[in-house]
């Protein structure tokens, strides 16, 4: 059974650091990785999709990394916003399944 | 406009009551699917619909019924409501179903349901 696990649960920065949240899967045999942001009380926003063959997806300040072998990802935000301060969840995809969601990481970015 | 709708936002109910949610999305996508996430942030999947037809039930009482009228739309009802249903479910939407496939999902806001 897929576990995805995040590392680590919550995050606090000042502004304008750079900043890495890891995202860990037991099975590697999955087609895609997804990482979404949550905002309090609202749904899931799609950051960033890397497919099974990727390494790596970038979009604005954020990079995410894939290593399919070890069964790890990254999510990279460069220069933290406050407007940055989120719950990041990672998802992995298996097959024919859905999506298997970690718990997530809390990230605080102050001013 | 919303790409994926539920209503209602906000949901406050007695225990043993029925209640409906309703999700509707215009992406013009094919399949559709209810998570739960509970009181720890941890989002789980319900059940995925491709084109009106249950592809995915994963273990969830029988007390939860989606039903699915077109492919736009998956409705979730609960009947004998339990405290422990009281969790943010969210309905969410994708082009395809399939593995293969690096499709994204769309996400609704939520539904907030509490079961008193």
């Known amino acids: 059974k897929q576990e995805v696990t995040q590392i680590p649960a919550a995050l606090s920065v000042p502004e304008g650091e750079n900043l890495v949240l890891n995202c860990s899967f037991t099975d590697s045999a999955i087609y895609n990785l997804q990482w979404f942001r949550q905002d309090p009380g609202k749904g899931l926003t799609s950051l960033l999709l890397i497919q099974s063959s990727q390494r790596e997806q970038t979009s604005g300040r954020l990079n995410a990394s894939l290593d399919k072998s070890s069964g790890r990802s990254t999510l990279y935000i460069a220069a933290s916003q406050p407007g940055d301060s989120a719950t990041y969840l990672c998802?992995?995809?298996?097959?024919?399944?859905?999506?298997?969601f970690g718990k997530g990481t809390m990230l605080l970015v102050s001013p | 406009d919303t790409a994926v709708s539920q209503t209602p936002k906000y949901l406050v109910t007695q225990m043993g009551n029925d209640k409906s949610i309703k999700c509707e999305q215009n992406?013009?996508?094919?399949?559709m699917y209810w998570y739960k996430q509970d009181s720890k942030k941890f989002l789980k999947i319900m059940f995925s619909?491709?084109?009106?037809?249950?592809?995915i039930n994963e273990t969830v009482p029988n007390r939860f019924s989606p039903k699915s009228p077109d492919k736009a739309h998956l409705n979730l009802h609960i009947n004998s409501l339990e405290l422990g249903d009281s969790a943010v479910y969210f309905c969410?939407?994708?082009?395809?179903?399939?593995?293969?496939?690096?499709?994204?999902?769309?996400f609704g806001p939520g539904t907030r349901l509490l079961v008193l």
């Open positions: 619909y491709n084109n009106k037809e249950l592809i």
């Open positions: 992406l013009g996508h094919d399949t």
């Open positions: 969410a939407s994708s082009p395809l179903a399939g593995g293969g496939l690096g499709e994204t999902q769309y």
């Open positions: 998802a992995v995809r298996l097959g024919y399944s859905t999506l298997t």
